[in-house]
C-alpha cells in the first residue's frame, strides 16, 4: 500500500527528529528518523523533511540538491519506507555530482540501516552504504 507524503516544515520537528539520534551517514545523503508526533496523523502517513546546508553551496546548488532529494523520496518513500516515522533527509555535497540511480541506492540502504524499510521489502535493499565516523 503506497503511503501519502506530507512535509515537515517546523524547526521543532527537525530537533525533535534529530535528537532521537537515529541516523545514517550515506555518500549521498544523511537520513534521520524518529516515531511521528501528533495525534491528528493518519496511519499511512509519511511525513519528510529537507534540509540542506550552505556548506553544499550557494542557493542555486542547495536547491538542486532539495529538489535531487525530493524527486528520490518521491520515488522510494511510497512503497518502501515504514509509516508511522518522521524522516529528515538531509543533502551533503555528493548529493550534487552522485549519479541518481546511486543516489536511490543510497536512500534504500540508509532506510535498511534506521529500521524504517518496511518489511515487505528488507531483503531486496542493497547494504553498500559505509558508516558515519
Request: hydrophobic letters at 45%; a positive charge; one cysteine or more.
Amino acid at each position: 500500500m503506497a503511503a501519502r507524503l506530507d512535509r515537515l516544515k517546523k524547526r521543532a520537528d527537525f530537533l525533535r527528529v534529530a535528537a532521537l539520534r537515529r541516523k545514517w551517514a550515506a555518500p549521498g545523503l544523511i537520513l534521520q528518523a524518529a516515531p511521528a508526533s501528533g495525534t491528528d496523523l493518519q496511519a499511512d502517513s509519511l511525513r519528510v523533511g529537507f534540509t540542506v546546508s550552505k556548506k553544499v553551496g550557494n542557493s542555486v546548488c542547495r536547491n538542486r540538491a532539495r529538489r535531487r532529494l525530493r524527486e528520490a523520496v518521491a520515488q522510494v518513500f511510497p512503497a518502501h519506507a515504514s509509516a508511522g516515522l518522521d524522516y529528515v533527509v538531509i543533502g551533503r555535497k555528493e548529493t550534487l555530482e552522485r549519479p541518481y540511480s546511486l543516489l536511490l541506492q543510497d536512500l534504500l540502504a540508509a532506510l535498511k540501516r534506521v529500521g524504517a524499510l518496511q518489511k515487505t521489502h528488507a531483503a531486496e535493499a542493497p547494504d553498500t552504504a559505509s558508516p558515519q565516523s
